[in-house]
């Protein structure tokens, strides 16, 4: 495969696909494991979404931590999760190295696709672009938003 054809696969679009899984910010393990929990009460598939710049001060090894213990928590959940690095090359090679398996990242097109290259050879993919997702920061009644914001956003069968 060529090395371009392989970056096109790695660098994925923000949301905005008919169909696309509704996203999630989570600012922490009890947001995670609400929003697993919500998404398996109801079947449906989710993204997880750290919040802006969460690279930095969460770290891919917290992230990727605080996802496995919801997950462990709630086993029927289907979901992937995306750590935001800002703009940090830096950041975002981390989280490719510490096995986070998609990154959002503003970056230029040359760090983006040296990322990209990077990405896909570990099976990782980087996505850009604006999220469209519920974030459970300072919302009175986080289950309520997360189960209305799932039912109206998830796949339609």
Known sequence: M?????RAGA???????AGAKPSVVVHSGAHAKLALSVAAELGVP???????GAGRYLGAKVFKQMLAEA?????QARYSAVLDCGDSAG???NALR????????HARDDVLARLADIAA????????GAVDALDLARIDDPHAACR??????GPRG
Do not use: D, Q
């Open 91 to 93: 950041t975002a090679m």
């Open 11 to 17: 660098i994925a679009a923000g949301r905005g696909k």
């Open 46 to 52: 989710v993204i997880i979404e750290s919040p802006a």
């Open 98 to 105: 510490n096995g986070v398996g998609a990154i959002r990242i």
């Open 71 to 75: 997950a462990r928590e709630f086993p």
């Open 148 to 153: 209305a914001w799932l039912t109206a956003h």
């Open 2 to 6: 060529s090395k371009g054809r392989r």
């Open 121 to 128: 050879a570990l099976g990782a993919r980087i996505v850009t």
